[in-house]
């Protein structure tokens, strides 16, 4: 009796990104979920010089490495000929790279001319928005040339049906283009599933506890949710985790629409650790991701408070999924920032359609987002790839 031949284990997958993983930024979260999976070198363009510095958000256990690169001209980073650059160009190992990056483009560009039988796919995180002026026109061009390589790499992920239609619409070929949702590590969303919503959250003799999760910079638009609970006339707070460049502009908004009150009512944390992040959590009734533009394409902080029964507003943005990330069945509002302050004030007035969202928002992430599923999702893709076969989109609930 003879035995079977040993199955051919999968090659490891190196990956490409601007920035240093894991970092506190959705695409650095995102290529170290996957190196997880995948192991592989990560390699980084280290666009903000944090390899020496940064104090890593999540624990990293598979191999980094800094590419060689210009210095940077405003967010424009590209690669320098270097021994680390031609390691990964005469690679045979599959190669993943992280887009927007017009240096990790070029990467995969020449990566594919070199060696065409090679396996190089993209991860498209999110379009840029239309922009006048000579950057507005630059993100265009990069945008234009993006699409033209994507659309003749053998696979390509993005992170929700939404911009898998504008990928389709852009030219992309419909087999090659699979959604994976963005998910959360294993020890957050065991944190998450198991926290138990106090017995008085969204009681009528409380505030409205609103949470605002992320830097605090130019697109998450703080100021407009400040806005919009300075005019409500149901009782509510406000905790906001993250610290950014307009911090202190905030902090100023704030005290000029809330007078005495502003530091009762909102509460400025910076940076937390992760259990205080879920101590605020536990405490919250409601999340709010106030962002402008589809460079917000998803929002994993709506996954984190999804799994702890907390539900989230976003806005519906062309080219951009966070809306659809959110969107749950009781709670039918046109996800317009016009419509803000008067869906937050409905949810203030009724604490029971608050619970009812919370269960339904954990639900959904059971459904859609929970890890089990996102790995499955990820076996299915990687597999014909690794059998040196066409790549088909699964198929994203919901």
């Known amino acids: 009796m003879t035995s079977a031949p040993p199955q051919k284990r999968p090659q490891a997958t190196q990956q490409l990104l601007r920035e240093w993983p894991p970092g506190y930024g959705g695409i650095e979260r995102v290529a170290h979920e996957l190196a997880m999976v995948w192991g592989g070198v990560v390699w980084s363009l280290d666009a903000q010089n944090r390899s020496s510095s940064e104090q890593d958000a999540i624990l990293a256990c598979y191999p980094r490495r800094r590419l060689a690169r210009t210095p940077p001209l ?3 980073v590209l690669p320098l000929p270097s021994t680390g650059l031609w390691s990964l160009l005469r690679s045979d190992q599959p190669l993943h790279g992280h887009l927007p990056s017009i240096g990790v483009l ?3 560009l020449v990566a594919r001319l070199c060696r065409p039988r090679r396996r190089v796919t993209a991860h498209w995180h999110f379009f840029f928005e239309p922009a006048s002026g000579l950057s507005g ?4 061009v990069y945008q234009w040339l993006a699409l033209r390589v994507v659309c003749g790499l053998p696979g390509v ?5 939404l911009l898998k239609q504008e990928l389709l619409r852009c030219g992309c070929r419909p087999e090659r283009v699979a959604v994976l949702p963005c998910c959360l590590s294993d020890d957050q969303e065991a944190a998450a599933l198991v926290l138990k919503r106090s017995p008085s959250s969204s009681s009528a003799h409380q ?6 999760i992320g830097r605090l910079g130019s697109y998450k ?7 919009s609970l300075a005019e409500l006339d149901q009782a509510w707070c406000l905790d906001v985790v993250g610290d950014g460049p307009r911090r202190l502009e905030f902090e100023a908004l704030a005290d000029q629409l809330m007078g005495s009150q502003s530091d009762q ?4 944390h910076g940076r937390l650790p992760e259990a205080d992040k879920q101590q605020r959590l536990l405490e919250a009734d409601l999340l709010v991701l106030p962002s402008q533009s589809s460079n917000e ?3 994993i902080v709506q996954l984190e408070a999804m799994a702890a029964g907390v539900p989230a507003l976003a806005f519906q943005r062309w080219r951009s999924g966070m809306g659809w990330v959110c969107q749950l069945p009781a709670l039918n509002w046109s996800q317009t920032p016009q419509d803000l302050t008067p869906v937050l004030q409905k949810l203030a007035g009724d604490p029971a359609l608050l619970r009812e969202l919370g269960v339904q928002a954990r639900l959904r992430y059971q459904q859609l987002f929970c890890r089990s599923i996102w790995l499955d999702q990820l076996k299915r893709w990687s597999n014909p790839l690794n059998s040196s076969q066409t790549p088909v989109g699964f198929r994203a609930r919901g």
Do not use: E, Q
């Open 207 to 212: 505030p409205m506890r609103v949470l605002f």
């Open 137 to 140: 026109r630059f993100f265009s």
């Open 297 to 299: 394409a998803f929002g």
């Open 74 to 76: 405003g967010r424009l």
């Open 221 to 227: 638009r703080l100021d407009w949710l400040l806005h």
């Open 157 to 161: 992920i993005t992170t929700s049906p």
């Open 265 to 268: 009512l909102v509460r400025f």
């Open 106 to 108: 070029l990467v995969l």
